[in-house]
C-alpha cells in the first residue's frame, strides 16, 4: 500500500486523556493519518481539536452518524478507511454497530460494551461484516509482555500452577467525582456500566492473564466492594481463579489503594520457573528458577527474543513506555487492514479482538454475579 | 537482676535449621546462657551438640521429661528458668504442657500446636500456672514492623480498607520430601498436622496481618492445592479475607512458587495513605499517600519512631535481618522473665503470646474447612 | 500559525538508529510534518526511506546541498522551514553550515561538530543568520530531569557541594566496529573527531551536569583509556570536576562497562539535600535528607511541579521514555519557530542551544587535552 | 579446643557504637566469651559495662597496661588469650603494640594507625611476636563480596578493567561535632589521625577493591576537600586509580552526601563481565553480560558457590546483615587462635591482616599527599 491509512475518531475531545493517547499511538509509527473525527458531541468542541490537529472544518463532525454517512459519500480515495472509538464505556456499542454497518474497520477501547448482550451482538457483527475489529487491550503489546507470553508457550516455565494478577491504582481512593471527569464517568452506571474498578482495570487484569499465559479462568469467586461512600460502584474487588489446567489464582484490581500509580503486575509461576513483570517498569521481565540464579531479561538484551524485538523501536536502556505499546496495538491493526487492502491473504494479525472483547464483558460480569452470590464458585461459561 | 537467664533447649539437634537460630538469637544480647537441653532423641546426637556449645555431658538429655526432672532437682542457683522449644509442630504441645508444669517458663516456635483443641489447652495450662509463655512469629519483631503498628495505630494512614499479605517460597516446587529433613516433616500429616503451606508460612502471614493492622479477620474463604503428586497436605494456597472494621483482603502463602526465596510481603491501604513492607528487604518502610510523594522510611533514619529505634543495634545503612528479628523476640521474653525475677509489676510484655498461638491454629483449622467447603463466607470465630 | 512545521531531514538512511528516532520525536506530538530530506547519499537508499514514508520522490534528495537548493526554489507555501541534521559527527558542520547559510533552522543532533573551532564558526553564523538552532541533547529533555532542575534552582537542596554523573555502556567492549556501523564510526577518528566515549555519551554527560546543577565545571583532570585493542580514541574516561561555586565532583563515561546498557546517572548532594536521577527509571527522582525519610518524586504525582507537567504526557504510572523526551526537544524546537513566524517576541525557548554546543566540545577536547597532561587540574575555559 | 576463646576488650564503654558491634560480632558464633575489658579510662565507666555483661568487678580494667600485666599474672587456663581494641583511630597502634608485647593476640579497629610509621612498627612486631592479628575491615566479610572475589579470581568476568567503588555517608553534612561523640573524634586531627573521610570509610573501600579484584593499586589522583566550615579534616574525597594490570577507576569517599546512608558500593567491569555489589543490600550480587540477560545473585541460592555458603548461616530470603558479616571475622580470627593452639599447622587463615592495614594507612597518606600536590599521578608504593 503506497499511502497511509486514513482514519476518523469518535470522542476525544478538550480534556479527554485516552483520546489523546490514542492519537499519539496511532502518529508514531506513520502507519494512519487521522483525517477527521466526531471528537465532540459539541460542535464548537469537535471544530477546537480539529483546528489543533490542523484538520479541515467539514472533516469535523459533531455526531458519529452524521460522520459515517458523510464519510461514505466520499470517493474511496478520500474517504476514511477506519474509526476509533474512545468515548466513555456506554457508547461504544451503538458506535461500532453503526460504524461497522457503514464499512469501517473499528478499533475501540475496552471495555468493548457495557453488557454481554451487546458484546455478543458486536461479535455477530463483526464476523457478518468480515470488517476488521480491534480492542485496545493495550498492556498486552508491551515487548516484555509479548516475550513472557513466548516464554510459555516454549515451556521454559513448565506447567503452569499459579498465577498472581493484581492491578491496584489509589486515585479514586477519595470522592472526587465530583470534580474529575475521568473519575465521573467511571463511577457512573449510566455510562461505565455494571462495574468501575473491575469493569475499568479488573478487565485489562483478566485480559492480561489470560494473554500472557494461554490458560483460560473456568471458575471464579469474587470479593466487591465500593468503599467510597456515595458510591454505587465496585471500586476495588478481590477474585479467586481457576484455570482450565487446574492452576490457581489470584486476581485483584483495586482504585483506592491510596498512593498507587499505575501497578499493574503479574506473577505466573510453574513447575520449572516463575515469571514477573510489572507494568510501571516495563522493560524488565524477572524470570526465577529454583536451580539458577534470578535472571532479568530487558528489551533489547541478550536472551529476549524475536517477539520482543518485532515490536521494539530502541535499544535496550532507552525506556519504550506505554505510548509505545499503545502504538503497537495499532500497528499491528494497521498491519491487517493494509494486508487487507493489499489482499493478503497470509497475514496473520496478532492483535486483541472482539473476542478478547466478549470474554472481558463476560468476566467484568461474572466477578460482579459472584460477589453477590453465596455459592463459592461460579463457572466462568458464556 | 544480675545474671544471665537460664535456659534449656528442646531440639536443634545436628541439621535443625531453627534450632541454630533459636540459639543465635538468645546470644546476640547477651541475655540468656543456654545451659543445656534435650537437642536430639540419640544421646549421641544431644551430646555432640552439647560439645559444639562446651556444654556438660550432665546437662545434655535425649528426653525433655527427664531434662525437666533434673533440672527441677537441681538447686535453684543452677537449675535453667526457661524452656526453648524448637521441634517439629506435632510435638510442640506435650513438650509445652510438660514444661509449664515443671515451673518452667516457654519460647516455643510456631505453629504453637497442630490442632486447636490442644491450643486451647495449652492456653488454659499458661493461665493456671501463670508462667511467661512467648511463640517465635519472629516476623513481628523487625524494627519496620514495628514502626508500621504504630503508624497505623496512630492513625497515619487513616481508617484501613485493603490488605494484602502474600508469603510466596518456591522450595517445595519439586518432590524433595525425599531428600530433605526440612521438607519431610513439613508434608507429613504425622508430624505437621492438617497443613503444610497454612500451617508453616500462611500461620505467620495471618499473625503479621493482625498484628500489623490491629484488625482482626472475621470471615474467609479459602482455596487450598496440593500440586506436588503425592502431597496430602497443601503446598499452596490463596484466602479471601474479611476485617473487624469491614476492611477486605488477599492473603496468599505459597511453597510452589518457583525461584522465590521468602518472599513475605504486606500492603496495607486506608483511607488517607498505604504502607508496604517486605521482608527480603526489612530495612524499608514504604509510605505511599495521593498528595505526596512516596516516602522510603529507613530503619534508624529521620521519619522512623521510637518503636523501631528501641530494638535496634545499629544506625541506618549497616543492615540488620532475620537473627537480629528473632533476637528481638528473645530479648523481649527475656526482658519477661527478668521482671518476674525482679518483682516488677509495671513491666508490659511485648512478644507473640498463647493467645496468638490460639488464634494462628485456630486460623489453619479455619483456612483448611473453609478450602473444603462449598459455602463462600467462613466465619473465623473460636 | 494554522500549519504545522515543514521539515526537511539530512541523514537517517536504511539502518540508522537515530534517524527514526529523530523522525519518531517530530512525528509524537504532531508539530511537524517530513517533507522531504536527503537521507542518504545513495539515492536509492533516500528514494527507499521515502517511499517508506509516503514521501513525493521529488523531494527524496541524495544530496543536501541540492535539498538546499532546491527547497530554496520552492514557494514558501511549500518550502521546508528548518532541517534536521542526524548525520555522523564530522558532517554536522558543514551541513548546519548550508542550512543556516540557505536560511532554514536547525536541530543537530550532538556532539555539534568535531572541534571547537567549527563549533565557534557555527556559533558565530547562528548569530549571524539569527536563525533558531537546536542541540538534541535529549536527557535534559526528561520530565523528571526538568524537575530536579527546578528544584535545585528554587534551593531545595541548599547550595551543592558534590555532583556525581556516571555513564556507563557495554556495548563496545568487545572489537564490534568491523560488524556494527554504529560501532565503526564511533571509533573512527576520520568520522568521530578526537574522542569516541567522551564524545558520544561523556558529552550528555556533561550538559546534563551543568543543566541540572545550574554550575559551570571550571577545572577537570582526566585519565582517558582505550582497552579494546585496536582502537585509537577512548572507549573510557574517568575526569575529576571542580564547578565555579566550590563544589567537587565525579564524571566518568564508559563503552566498555560490560553488561552495562545505557546507565546514565547523575547524585548531585547540597547542603540541605541530595537528587538522584537514572535514566533507565526515568519517570522517578530519588531526594534525599538528613532529617527526613527518602522522597521519591515521580512524573505526574504530587510533590511533582509544572516544569515537569508542562511537557508531561501522561498521568503517573503510565511510563514515558527516551521517545517521548526526544519529542520534548522537538516540541520546544517547533515552539520557537512557531513564535517566530507568528512575530511572537514573548516566547521563551528552552532547548539546548548553539552554546550548549560549543561548551560541549570544548569539553570534549578539554577532557582529551586533559588526559595527556600530567599537570593535574586543567582550567575549563574557553 | 575444648572451650570458647576468652577475650578482652579495650573501649567499648558507655555510648561506643563500635564497641557494641564487636561484642555481638564475638557471641554470635559463640566461640568466644568476654572475659574482661578495660572499657573506659574512667572505672565507673568500665565496671558499669562489665556489670551489664555480668562480668566480675576484677576483671574490669580502667587502663589497658594494667589489663595485660593483671592478666599475665592469671594462670594460664584463666587468661584471656586475645584483645580487641575498639579504642579511636589515635590509640590504636599503643594498645596493640602492648597487648603483642604482653602475648595477646589482637583483633584490632581500622584504621590500623594514624600514620604509616607507626603500621610499619606494628607489622614487624607482629612478625617478630609470631601472634596473630586480625583487622575488621568487616566489608570483605560479607558472603556476596566473598562470592565476587570467587568469581573475579576464577575468571568469570574475564581480566578487569574498569573498578568504581563508592562510599557516600550524609551524616556529617552539618557541623554535628559539637554533639555527636561518633562525629567529634574522626574530625579531630588528635585522634583521627590525617583525615576523617578518607581515614574513616576511604579505606574501607581501597580495602575492598583490592580484596574484591585481586588487584593492585598503583598510581593515584586525589581531590579531598573539607566542605563543612571549621573542619581541617576532609569530609569528601575523589580519586582516580591506575592498578597493576592496566586497568582504571574511581574511587570516592563523602560524608556530606546528605540524605546518604551507609551506601559503599563496588562495580567491577571484566572483558567478559561486570559485578555489582552493594553493602545496603548486601545478600545480592549483580553479574551483568553482554551475551545474556543480567542475573541476580543471592546469598543462599542456586549460582552462588561455596565460598559465601561457608559463611552463611541461614537459607536464602533470610537475611542476614552486617552484624553476621562482623561475626564472620570474629569467627576467622577465633579459628586460627583454635588452630594455634590445636597445633593445626594446615590452618589458612581468611581474614584483613596487619599487612592490609599498613596498605589501608599508607593509602590515607597517599591520597592525603595527593590531594595537596599539583602532579597528576602519585605513585602508590610503600
Redesign the interface.
Known amino acids: 500500500m503506497?499511502?497511509?491509512i486514513r482514519m476518523g475518531m469518535v470522542g476525544g475531545g478538550p480534556g479527554s486523556?485516552i483520546g489523546?493517547?490514542h492519537?499519539?499511538a496511532a502518529?508514531?509509527?506513520?502507519k494512519f493519518d487521522l483525517i477527521g473525527g466526531a471528537f465532540s458531541t459539541s460542535r464548537e468542541k469537535s471544530l477546537a481539536i480539529g483546528?489543533e490537529?490542523?484538520l479541515p472544518d467539514n472533516r469535523c463532525y459533531s455526531d458519529y452518524k452524521t460522520m459515517i454517512e458523510r464519510e461514505n459519500d466520499l470517493p474511496e480515495s478520500e474517504r476514511i478507511d477506519c474509526i476509533s472509538i474512545v468515548t466513555p464505556n456506554h457508547t461504544h456499542f451503538e458506535i461500532a454497530m453503526a460504524a461497522l454497518d457503514g464499512g469501517f474497520h473499528v478499533i475501540c477501547d475496552k471495555p468493548m460494551t457495557i453488557n454481554l448482550e451487546q458484546a455478543k451482538a458486536l461479535q455477530a457483527k463483526v464476523k457478518e461484516t468480515g470488517l476488521i475489529f480491534c480492542l485496545t487491550h493495550n498492556y498486552t503489546a508491551y515487548p516484555m509482555v509479548k516475550q513472557a507470553k513466548a516464554m510459555i508457550a516454549a515451556g521454559d516455565?513448565?506447567e503452569i500452577?499459579?498465577v498472581?494478577t493484581?492491578y491496584?491504582?489509589?486515585?479514586l481512593?477519595?470522592a472526587i467525582e465530583g470534580e474529575s471527569k475521568q473519575a465521573g464517568w467511571r463511577v457512573d452506571p449510566a455510562q461505565a456500566g455494571i462495574s468501575c474498578c473491575m469493569g475499568d482495570i479488573g478487565s485489562h487484569a483478566e485480559n492480561l492473564t489470560e494473554y500472557i499465559t494461554g490458560l483460560k479462568i473456568t471458575e471464579l469467586?469474587a470479593?466487591l466492594?465500593s468503599?467510597v461512600p456515595g458510591r454505587s460502584l465496585d471500586d476495588?474487588g478481590?477474585v479467586?481463579l481457576?484455570f482450565d489446567n487446574g492452576a490457581?489464582?489470584?486476581l485483584?484490581a483495586?482504585q483506592?489503594?491510596?498512593?498507587?500509580?499505575?501497578?499493574l503486575k503479574i506473577?505466573v509461576?510453574?513447575?520449572?520457573?516463575?515469571l514477573e513483570w510489572a507494568?510501571?517498569?516495563?522493560?524488565t521481565l524477572i524470570?526465577?528458577?529454583?536451580?539458577?540464579?534470578?535472571?532479568?531479561?530487558?528489551r533489547?538484551?541478550?536472551?529476549?527474543g524475536v517477539e520482543a524485538a518485532a515490536i521494539s523501536?530502541?535499544?535496550?536502556?532507552?525506556?519504550?513506555?506505554?505510548?509505545?505499546a499503545f502504538a503497537n496495538i495499532y500497528t499491528a491493526f494497521g498491519n491487517a487492514i493494509i494486508a487487507r487492502i493489499d489482499f493478503d491473504n497470509k497475514f496473520v494479525p496478532d492483535f486483541p479482538t472482539v473476542d478478547d472483547g466478549v470474554r472481558g464483558v463476560a468476566f467484568i460480569e461474572a466477578v460482579v454475579a459472584s460477589s453477590k452470590?453465596?455459592?463459592?464458585?461460579l463457572k466462568f461459561e458464556y
Chains 1, 2, 3, 4 share one sequence.
Open positions: 503506497k499511502r497511509r486523556f489523546a493517547v492519537r499519539m502518529r508514531l509509527d506513520s483546528a490537529l490542523f516455565i513448565g500452577r499459579k498472581v493484581e491496584p491504582q489509589g486515585w481512593a477519595d469467586c470479593d466492594t468503599f476495588d478481590n479467586l481457576r490457581r489464582g489470584v485483584y483495586s483506592i489503594s491510596t498512593g498507587e500509580e499505575n501497578a506473577r509461576y510453574g513447575t520449572k520457573g516463575g507494568q510501571e517498569s516495563p522493560e524470570l526465577r528458577r529454583n536451580d539458577q540464579p534470578k535472571q532479568v531479561l530487558r533489547g538484551w541478550a536472551g529476549t523501536r530502541l535499544p535496550a536502556g532507552h525506556p519504550e513506555g506505554f505510548i509505545e452470590s453465596n455459592d463459592k464458585w
